[in-house]
């Protein structure tokens, strides 16, 4: 309401026979809050019995807001890019609620299309938000740059999977996709290990913190860069190109 981003819908404020407010408290409360005038379909006369089944209903998620605006998204298709939206450095996944972040989340839906939809195909569960962008990151990397893809496959056994095959293989079981481990797998081993071990003592692991072991871990593999730990680089995202792209994204929308 405060930035001018909200829309006439179809729920009314609504009264009971009584007069009594039954319904739209909460956006009046905001109403005042804002200081903005704002028009609102209202109902009165209302059964009071009407406000039992009030506020009972499924929320509508946000893939499915983006949906019904007019672009298809499946859900965790905007988990992963409300992921890749979020600052480094923040202590929790943005909560996307503006038209504008919709927006900037769509533009980052359509930059990273392809290895979203790569990742989707090669792994529909088993593995968390977190390491599902980290595997984005992995997939386009390896696609800018096929001299490292070309050498992950060259440089191995015969009938390993791809770099992104084997990086969500040994996130999902702690090996390559043909079983195998090799030096430089050494890192996401011991992230997934660190992960079980946290899970086993009911400690979330789809916090940023783990967001960026995963992400830094991922770096270093497709890097191929010894890391016996999955440490995280501190000050940004070590696949830079693509996260500055995901900010300019985000930086662009908001001066506009």
């Known amino acids: 309401m405060s930035q001018n981003d909200w829309h006439l819908g179809c ?27 704002i028009p609102f379909l209202v109902a009165r006369g209302l059964p009071p019995e009407s406000k039992n089944s009030l506020d009972i209903g ?23 890019c409300n992921q890749l939206m979020t600052p480094w450095s923040a202590n929790v996944r943005v909560n996307v609620k503006t ?29 968390y938000i977190t390491e599902l962008t980290a595997a984005v990151f ?6 800018r740059f096929p001299s490292i893809s070309k050498k992950h496959l060259d440089s191995n056994f015969p009938d390993q999977g791809t770099m992104l095959e084997d990086f969500i293989s040994l996130c999902k079981n702690g ?21 079980l071990n946290a899970v086993a003592k009911s400690r979330r692991v789809t916090n940023m913190e783990y967001y960026r072991k995963v992400v830094s871990t991922a770096y270093k593999y497709v890097e191929g860069i010894p890391a016996k730990q999955a440490t995280s680089f501190k000050n940004s995202n070590p ?12 930086t662009t929308s908001s001066i506009s």
């Open 11 to 37: 729920d009314a404020i609504g009264f009971d026979l009584h007069g009594t407010l039954i319904n739209g408290q909460h956006r009046l409360y905001a109403v005042a809050g804002s200081g903005k005038t």
């Open 58 to 80: 499924k929320k509508r998620l946000l893939h499915e807001r983006i949906t019904i605006a007019g672009y298809s998204m499946l859900r965790k298709e905007a988990s992963i």
């Open 99 to 127: 038209t504008q972040e919709r927006n900037q989340l769509i533009e980052i839906h359509k930059l990273l299309k392809d290895p979203i939809n790569e990742v989707m195909e090669q792994c529909k569960k088993g593995i």
């Open 138 to 143: 992995v997939a386009e990397h390896a696609r």
């Open 175 to 195: 090996h390559r996709a043909n079983g195998k481990l090799l030096p430089i797998d050494i890192g996401l081993k011991s992230y997934r290990e660190e992960k």
């Open 239 to 250: 696949f830079l190109d693509i996260a500055n792209e995901v900010q300019d994204i985000c």
